[in-house]
């Protein structure tokens, strides 16, 4: 008998579609599955104001194929020079859906993040006031802070003084890579979510480093040991809903990838569906995919959960294309490492 499986369409609330060529080859490779998606605003210049964000916006939607349905949820770039009130007219318009915090020097395009905490202050106090969510890369940049630890210290000395400084903040901390992340997130209320990758749900830093270097699985945070993944995987298929899918696809060009100084970045917004329905299967939760990718999120957002539905069907393999091929060049899809069996039909 063939298994199937109908569950509310699904968003991705951490995506990068970049812009230009770009923008236009991945798009459709997450709209084919996923109603909406929180987009990122790490381009190069950043997404930091009201009027920057409407026109990425429409840039986004200008390069939505015909006949293809999808909502960008349009993010701003925290900088020291946010304007409080153009964030609260970004919101009230309902343009902004969230800010991203990312610490100066952490990640991708991330130099115009923040470095003093102080002075964006009144920016997140205004947040807290209006119950716009503030979405964090969680990591420490301090040189001596080894990268395995930098989320967890990155907990101690960043964050939980800020929500403590902040009472009402409402907190996504971004794909979170371990269990000191799980942990702080189940020890507090409902003010604070977490996001969760297909990749962090697979790999863990043996898939990057043994037997050669694997620039395709080479991410921000990066993948942690073992004990970590299988805690990111307890949480996700718990039906704890604070944690909830943001992909964090992050298309960059091969060149970009395997280079001796590479991006950081895994692109899993083709096979993600598929990708998740394995690991739920072999986590025995199954039942449990549907709010982890469709209804978790949504609820964290003060959003309805969408109405339409997809039905991912079990049959003998799934293939998708190895690459997707961009105007800029071609970007590798995220290879999981094992067989996917789940079809995915709108
Ligand atoms: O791996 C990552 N890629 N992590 C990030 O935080 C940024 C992203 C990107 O923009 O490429
Ligand atoms: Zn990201």
Redesign the pocket.
């Known amino acids: 008998m063939t298994q199937t499986l109908t569950i509310r369409r699904p968003d991705d609330w951490h995506l ?1 579609l970049r812009d230009g060529a770009v923008l236009e080859a991945v798009l459709p490779e997450t709209a084919r599955h996923f109603a909406r998606a929180i987009i ?1 605003p ?1 381009l190069v210049p950043p997404v930091v104001t009201g009027a920057q964000a409407a026109a990425y916006r429409d840039r986004i939607l200008a390069a939505l194929p015909e006949g293809m349905a999808f909502e960008p949820l349009m993010t701003l770039y925290l900088t020291e020079d946010t304007d409080p009130a153009d964030v609260a007219a970004a919101h009230a318009s309902g343009l902004v859906k969230a800010l991203k915090l990312y610490p100066a020097g952490a ?3 991330s130099a115009s993040g923040v470095t003093d905490f102080d002075k964006v202050r009144p920016v997140l106090e205004k947040m807290a006031e209006i119950g716009l969510p503030l979405c964090v ?1 969680g990591e420490v940049t301090d040189h001596d802070i080894d990268i395995f630890d930098r989320e967890a210290v990155f907990i101690d000395r960043v964050l939980d003084p800020i929500r403590r400084a902040t009472p009402g903040l409402r907190v996504v901390m971004e ?1 979170i890579t371990t269990s000191d992340g799980v942990d702080y997130v189940k020890s507090n209320n409902a003010d604070l979510g977490a996001t969760i990758t297909t990749h962090h749900l697979i790999i863990n830093r043996n898939h990057i480093l043994v037997g050669g270097i694997k620039p395709h699985y080479y ?2 945070p990066v993948a942690k040991r073992e004990s970590h993944r299988l805690a990111l995987r307890a949480a996700a298929t718990s039906g704890d809903a604070r944690f909830f899918l943001g992909t ?1 696809s ?1 298309p ?1 060009t091969d060149p970009n990838k395997e280079s001796a100084c590479g ?4 692109f899993t917004a083709t096979n993600t569906m598929s990708c998740l329905a394995e690991v739920f299967e072999e986590e025995g939760a199954l039942d449990r995919l549907e709010g982890f990718a469709a209804l978790n999120g949504p609820a964290f957002y003060r959003l309805p959960a969408n109405e339409a539905t997809i039905t991912l069907t079990r049959g003998d393999a799934v293939t998708y294309p190895d690459k997707i091929e961009t105007g800029d060049g071609p970007v590798t899809v995220f290879d999981p490492g094992f067989p996917l069996h789940w079809s995915v039909s709108a």
Do not use: R
């Open positions: 990068h990122m790490n990640t991708t395009n890369h794909h991410c921000l964090d992050a960059h991006c950081a970045g895994c």
